[in-house]
């Protein structure tokens, strides 16, 4: 029943930020552990954070810390994911998730429901 909808893509240049929403219907996300993935051109899809814990965000790489954060809004219905000082190797087709198991790591095998992606493109 748990359906994602990510929204927020778009074109942006090097050192700039952008906010991506991911809405939820049919169920909270206060359930599930969530998380923010990334398939960049030619590459398998990666983690880049993810909240699957109290003890705050895990990332999938160290390539997003002190760029990417990841929240949740009071209601329980929407993650984000503010992106900032983007760079061009960060263009992609970005996904929300959400799975089941908490503690897991951030990683694709943790999650088993996925938007549709929505595109980055950092470009100059």
């Known amino acids: 029943q748990l359906q994602l909808v990510e929204s927020g893509g778009g074109l942006v240049q090097p050192g700039e930020s952008l906010r991506l929403s991911c809405a939820a219907s049919?169920?909270?996300?206060?359930?599930?552990?969530v998380g923010w993935f990334r398939q960049a051109p030619g590459k398998e899809r990666e983690g880049l954070v993810c909240?699957?814990?109290?003890?705050?965000?895990?990332y999938g790489g160290d390539s997003v810390k002190g760029r990417f954060t990841i929240s949740r809004d009071s209601a329980g219905n929407k993650v984000y994911l503010q992106m900032s000082s983007l760079k061009p190797e960060d263009t992609g087709v970005y996904y929300c998730?959400?799975?089941?198991?908490?503690?897991?790591?951030?990683?694709?095998?943790?999650?088993?429901?996925w938007g549709q992606g929505t595109q980055v493109t950092v470009s100059s």
């Open positions: 998730a959400a799975g089941r198991t908490w503690g897991s790591r951030c990683t694709e095998d943790s999650y088993n429901y």
């Open positions: 909240l699957s814990s109290s003890d705050g965000p895990t």
């Open positions: 049919g169920r909270s996300l206060d359930y599930y552990p």
